[in-house]
């Protein structure tokens, strides 16, 4: 059974940091891209980051880039997005999402997709 469990998320201050994490079992973890994506309360889910499976490229949504930090351990089967500077806007549900092979910001795109982990920044 596939599985992808978001953990890490909370309530922080603006400016400060944090680390939301995706632990995944169930399928071959580094296969296709990994990705995160992001919704908060009544708009609709926006992708935020991926990265690719051979080449470890990054890509950022431009309101996050500088900012947030998207990383693999294949290892451990956890993909992890640190975010720093953190601003009110950046209050969601983070998702993570992962085996996507095109179209890197379509969350439809992605096989497997997580529940969640709320991140709320306060200014």
């Known amino acids: 059974q596939v599985r992808l469990v978001e953990t890490g998320g909370g309530s922080v201050q603006a400016g400060e940091s944090l680390r939301v994490s995706c632990s995944a079992s169930?399928?071959?973890?580094?296969?296709?891209?990994m990705a995160w994506f992001r919704q908060a309360p009544g708009e609709a889910r926006v992708w935020v980051a991926t990265?690719?499976?051979?080449?470890?490229?990054?890509y950022y949504l431009d309101s996050v880039k500088g900012r947030f930090a998207i990383s693999r351990d294949n290892a451990k089967k956890t993909l992890t997005l640190e975010m720093n500077s953190l601003k009110p806007e950046d209050t969601a549900m983070y998702y993570c999402?992962?085996?996507?092979?095109?179209?890197?910001?379509?969350?439809?795109?992605?096989?497997?997709r997580g529940q969640g982990t709320q991140v709320t920044v306060s200014s």
């Open positions: 999402a992962a085996e996507g092979f095109s179209e890197k910001q379509n969350w439809s795109r992605y096989k497997y």
């Open positions: 169930g399928y071959t973890f580094n296969r296709g891209f």
């Open positions: 990265l690719t499976d051979a080449t470890d490229n990054t």
